[in-house]
């Protein structure tokens, strides 16, 4: 079988595991404790705080850990929302975001809070200029992903981003399908916060990080209370292997296409498919319809590929993909719908 489900999650690169390696057995200290071994384990950690800061034109102070993406989504929304429970007030997100999104917005609108979901166009895209229109004077943030993990699709977030700063309000953005894949300036893009994950880019399962601009600063509430790790953000003992294990990931990711590009191209021309998302979607990443049941079929019964009809958090339910139904796709496409996703390499501008 060929694994052709890489947006749902990568193998651990062999470069990561052999940085994790001693971090888990041998220099095993608190990065908390004040001694010697506490001290290496805190520098280890400031080198994979720069590393991921340097990729997006951060600060590293503004590098929050967290235990991945999901986290990460939750701690930037909820964050924002909870400095005004009391007043309540309004976010701007996007029909066709990740379940953890949706699902925190879902939360948020039982306590009180309105939210505005933007519908993409049929391919994909969310028009800046409708986010615009859906702004109000008691808007808190606009989150809207920078790739959808369904799609491939590439949002405009630097059209957003100049948006939300000249309202002057936060921007949030899901990165975890485009971080180290596509160029990321959190300055350039105009982004406040920016959440990405680690076993998306090869590297291991149970950490990400949530970029928050002056991040000392903030007034970012934490959703987990600790002993004020990560600037009081993100409580909880600093886990080594995999902060380090994400620092790896970022410096080793591949800058090249794999062999099994190569042969997938080559294998899925012999199908008849369109290709759902548009021209401005990222290559690792492809939605397919088939034109028939028949054709379907007789691709599943050809090749024995692993991969996804939707993304890996729909995987368990009967229902079509939330993202392919607001495309416009019938229950029927979507249900002769795949998305193949190949191995994840830094895309050359």
């Known amino acids: 079988m060929k694994y ?23 220099s095993f200290a608190n990065p908390s404790a004040a001694h010697v071994e506490g001290d290496k384990a805190r520098i280890a950690i400031q080198r994979a705080r720069e590393t991921i800061a340097e990729k997006i034109g951060a600060m590293p102070s503004e590098i929050i850990f967290t235990s991945g993406a999901s986290e990460s989504n939750n701690l930037a929304i909820k964050g924002v929302a909870f400095q005004n429970l009391e007043q309540k007030g309004h976010i701007i997100t996007s029909s066709i975001e990740h379940k953890c999104i949706l699902n925190t917005c879902l939360f948020l609108e039982k306590l009180g809070f309105q939210v505005t979901y933007i519908n993409p166009g049929k391919n994909g895209l969310i028009d800046p200029k409708q986010v615009k229109e859906a702004i109000r004077h008691d808007t808190l943030l606009i989150s809207i992903h920078h790739v959808n993990n369904e799609l491939g699709v590439i949002q405009p977030v630097a059209d957003i981003g100049d948006m939300a700063f000249e309202h002057e309000i936060l921007f949030h953005s899901d990165a975890a399908q485009s ?9 350039d893009f105009n982004i406040d916060m920016l959440s990405i994950s680690g076993h998306k880019i090869y590297g291991p399962k149970g950490i990400g990080a949530l970029y928050v601009r002056d991040a000392r600063e903030s007034e970012l509430v934490p959703l987990i209370h600790g002993g004020g790790q990560e600037v009081g953000l993100r409580g909880g003992t600093s886990p080594t292997p995999l902060i380090v294990g994400l620092g790896a990931a970022v410096e080793y990711f591949p800058n090249n296409v794999s062999e099994q590009h190569i042969s997938f191209e080559n294998v899925i021309k012999e199908y008849k498919f369109v290709r759902n998302g548009g021209e401005k979607t990222i290559p690792t990443t492809w939605n397919i319809t088939f034109e028939s049941d028949e054709e379907a079929k007789r691709f599943n019964d050809e090749q024995n590929w692993l991969i996804s009809q939707g993304s890996a958090c729909n995987a368990m339910s009967n229902t079509p993909s939330h993202v392919l139904s607001a495309i416009g796709l019938s229950e029927e496409e979507a249900r002769r719908s795949y998305r193949i996703s190949l191995p994840p390499f830094k895309v050359m501008n």
């Open 4 to 26: 052709y489900d890489f947006s749902a999650s990568t193998p651990t690169a062999i470069e990561v595991v052999e940085a994790m390696k001693d971090w888990h057995c041998d």
């Open 179 to 187: 971080f180290c894949k596509l160029d990321i300036d959190v300055d």
